[in-house]
């Protein structure tokens, strides 16, 4: 538990005891209300065009200057596909339904407290255009792509998936389980 006070009133928060177990969210005894420090959702896009997938260079930090898969966190009210949909038009100018997207990864990363739901799609053309959030924007196959200068190299391995399930044309529904300490990538059964 590391939120402190609440964030309704601003009283100071407790921790949460039920049925005697302490738990990893905080009481506030003004309100009378369990106070979460839920996780927050990221989702992001890995859009192809042939042997290629879709980059964007941060413009804002954290991480500014840096290539990244597109994505972002989710809105209140915003369906999962739809806000991958949204963070993709507006980091890279590729506009797609979000009935377009489909389920490719999910994961935990409890070292930062979120939650990792990725889509994919295809596109026709090597289209793209940066907008506010994004400095720069291409498509790059596995051998292009900036590898020294990537935002986030924790999850190299789920974009090498990405490159790979490209190469062999062949798409599972990977989770992934990441804390601090170790990292698996596994296929989601699916027969
Ligand atoms: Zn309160």
């Not at 896009?45 to 290539?67: D, Q, T």
């Not at 990792?116 to 053309?125: K, L, M």
Request: glycine letters at 10%; a negative charge.
């Amino acid at each position: 538990m590391s939120m402190q006070f609440c964030p309704e009133c601003g009283g100071p928060l407790v921790p949460h005891v039920v049925a005697g177990q302490r738990r990893n969210h905080g009481w506030c005894p003004a309100c009378h209300a369990p106070r979460y420090e839920s996780p927050m959702i990221v989702v992001t896009c890995f859009v192809a065009s042939g042997p290629r997938l879709l980059w964007i260079r941060r413009a804002l930090p954290p991480k500014a200057g840096l290539w990244a898969i597109p994505g972002g966190y989710l809105e209140g009210g915003e369906g999962l596909a739809e806000g991958a949909a949204r963070e993709l038009r507006e980091e890279t100018g590729v506009v797609l339904a979000p009935d377009n997207l489909q389920l490719y990864m999910t994961g935990t990363l409890t070292f930062i407290n979120q939650i990792y739901v990725g889509f994919r799609a295809t596109v026709d053309t090597d289209f793209s255009l940066a907008g506010a959030e994004s400095l720069d924007c291409g498509f790059f196959s596995r051998e292009e792509c900036p590898w020294d200068q990537v935002a986030y190299p924790e999850v190299n391995d789920a974009i090498e998936q990405a490159y790979r399930d490209l190469e062999t044309d062949t798409f599972e529904v990977w989770h992934a389980e990441m804390t601090g300490a170790s990292y698996t990538l596994r296929p989601v059964a699916t027969r």
